[in-house]
């Protein structure tokens, strides 16, 4: 009788430990290798989008922090600059560098997560808890700033929340430092680990012609060589001020995408670097009457703030007819906020183009003709946040 | 060849220097805290749960306007106004969800008489549902107080509040 080929389906997820959160992978297996995978996704899907079309635009704020919530500011900073393109406000020169470094902050969090969970996945424990340990430096800048660890809310429609808080620059100096110093300890731990390169080495491999028809975006991309950061190409923010490089890999496994990661925090602390050096001084939100909630001060002690403040936060504000585009890159890849406006003070539709959605798609590329123990590397590499996947 | 001679290389000289960072970490005071016995001190912009303020003579600050629970991204503000002997106005209901509440502190920033505020607290988990429903009486802090927990509102706005003589 010949041996005849049988193929088990069997499903990873969507409490799998190694999915980080509730992704569901369908795997269609012969043997222990991987004939077809397939990802499904939408068990945490909170109808985000949705929500925020029927909040006015600066109380739909706060779900921005909830999509990637490893990224807040990257996304709250991605809303604001979105919504500001439509209404034509133009932020002080201050507020744009502040919002780098809190940006770049936030690349440095998501990062030292990514690793921390990737090494993890793939054996070495200890990893996770370094990378923790660094990321609460972050997250108390966070606090200090917002006043909460990973829902912040502190990037505002205009400016931000709050004043930087008295002790930042010194605060950010320290996380350089010690970042900097701890980032030699986990090149120690990783790169030249036998073990971790066995099983990210030519692993979930994507050629450059395939990362470009995914349409990937951030890491996943670079990872392949193809110099694309919306950093660069399409500077926001006043990125244009800062001295970078963009962090590309070769081959495009996992990896080169961790040597590239590994890059991108440390070109990440240089911005951050100089983005407190360079803080210029000035208000810490734009001069917008009745768009920018005027500063608190001024609603106490002067009649017109106080009407402008009732007026802004009881009906919003209206914006002119029109829809507008704003990409950023977040630490995931491009993360971009499509606003269409009916003119009316709500969102007639908010779009959000997921940069962890869209590089998951690339999912079955990676994985098909390989071994079942390499799904879990792939989906490490793609770094994927199960909240702005499924919105 | 070259790979094998370099796993060799990674194995013999490289590992060793990964293991060495792992136990170096075993002199180093750990980073954790003992948590219940032991708590954070919470940074002053801190959002815990939710203060109603008063004046130095006792009276209740909020006015009752609506503009918190207009500024909540989540409706968990509900409250109903009434009037006092006096004739100022007052809230007669005032209950936050806080079940429904995402501690975002709009409604701090929104309210024009500085008579709610998110404090310090972080502990108070139930298992009744119900009991999240924080009314008026338990969000008002108790008349007598010495001390004062709410140093950050006067350093964060009230200074400009009092030297601008609207104190009342
Ligand atoms: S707490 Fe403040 S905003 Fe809310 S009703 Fe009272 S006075 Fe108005
Ligand atoms: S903190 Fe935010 S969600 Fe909670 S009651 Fe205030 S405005 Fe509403």
């Not at chain 1, 133009?90 to 990062?111: D, G, Q």
């Not at chain 1, 990783?190 to 995914?214: G, H, M, P, Y």
């Not at chain 1, 003070?345 to 590089?359: E, G, L, M, S």
């Amino acid at each position: 009788m010949a041996t005849e080929s049988k193929t088990i389906t069997i499903n990873m997820g969507p409490q799998h430990p190694a999915t980080h959160g509730v992704l569901r992978v369908v795997l269609e297996l012969e043997g222990e290798t991987v004939v077809k995978a397939r990802p499904v996704v939408g068990y945490l899907h909170t109808g985000i989008e949705r929500t925020m079309e029927s909040k006015l635009y600066h109380k739909a704020l706060p779900c921005t922090d909830r999509m990637d919530y490893l990224a807040p500011m990257s996304n709250n900073l991605g809303y604001c600059l979105a919504v500001e393109k439509l209404m034509g406000i133009e932020v002080p020169e201050k507020v744009k560098w502040a919002r780098v470094c809190l940006a770049e902050l936030t690349r440095i969090n998501s990062h030292l997560v990514w690793l921390g969970t990737h090494a993890l996945d793939l054996g070495a424990m200890s990893m996770l808890l370094y990378t923790f340990r660094e990321r609460e430096l972050v997250l108390d800048i966070y606090e200090a700033c917002g006043g909460q660890r990973m829902m912040s809310s502190y990037i505002r429609i205009g400016g931000l929340a709050h004043e930087l808080p008295d002790d930042f620059d010194t605060r950010v100096r320290e996380l350089i430092t010690t970042v900097r110093e701890r980032m030699l300890d986990y090149e120690d731990l990783l790169t030249n680990n036998q073990i971790f390169i066995n099983r990210t080495k030519d692993v979930a491999v994507i050629s450059a012609e395939d990362a470009i028809n995914f349409s990937l975006t951030g890491p996943m991309l670079r990872g392949c060589g193809i110099n694309y950061d919306v950093r660069k190409a399409q500077p926001y923010s006043g990125y244009e001020n800062f001295d970078f490089e963009v962090a590309l890999g070769k081959k495009g496994d996992a990896y080169d995408r961790y040597l590239l990661r590994l890059k991108e925090m440390r070109e990440s602390l240089k911005i951050c670097q100089q983005a407190i050096d360079g803080m210029p001084e000035g208000p810490f939100r734009a001069h917008v009457p009745g768009v920018v909630l005027p500063p608190k001060e001024d609603v106490l002690t002067k009649m017109e703030s106080l009407i402008f403040h009732f007026k802004i936060i009881t009906d919003g504000f209206k914006t002119p007819f029109g829809a507008v585009y704003q990409a950023i890159e977040s630490p995931k890849g491009e993360i971009g906020f499509y606003i269409s406006s009916d003119g009316s003070n709500k969102p007639h539709r908010v779009r959000v183009r997921p940069p962890a959605f869209i590089n998951l798609a690339c999912l079955p590329k990676l994985v098909e003709g390989s071994l079942l123990s390499d799904v879990i590397c792939a989906i490490g590499t793609i770094d994927i946040v199960l909240g702005e996947v499924d919105r | 060849m070259n790979e094998v001679a370099r796993a060799f290389i990674n194995v013999l000289f490289k590992m060793p220097k990964g293991l060495y960072v792992t136990f170096k970490h075993i002199f180093k005071k750990p980073m954790t805290l003992d948590y219940p016995h032991e708590k954070r001190t919470m940074p002053p912009r801190y959002r815990g749960r939710h203060y109603l303020e008063r004046y130095d003579d006792s009276t209740e600050r909020c006015v009752c306007c609506g503009l918190c629970a207009a500024a909540c991204p989540a409706d968990a503000i509900y409250m109903e106004p009434t009037e006092t002997e006096k004739g100022e106005r007052q809230a007669k209901v005032y209950e936050i969800n806080l079940i429904r509440c995402i501690f975002c502190g709009f409604c701090e920033e929104a309210c024009p008489e500085e008579a709610i505020f998110l404090g310090h607290e972080y502990e108070f988990s139930s298992d009744d549902r119900d009991s999240f429903i924080y009314v008026k009486e338990q969000l008002l802090v108790p008349q007598t107080r010495t001390d004062n927990p709410f140093k950050r509102i006067f350093r964060r706005t009230r200074r400009a509040h009092l030297t601008a003589g609207s104190g009342k």
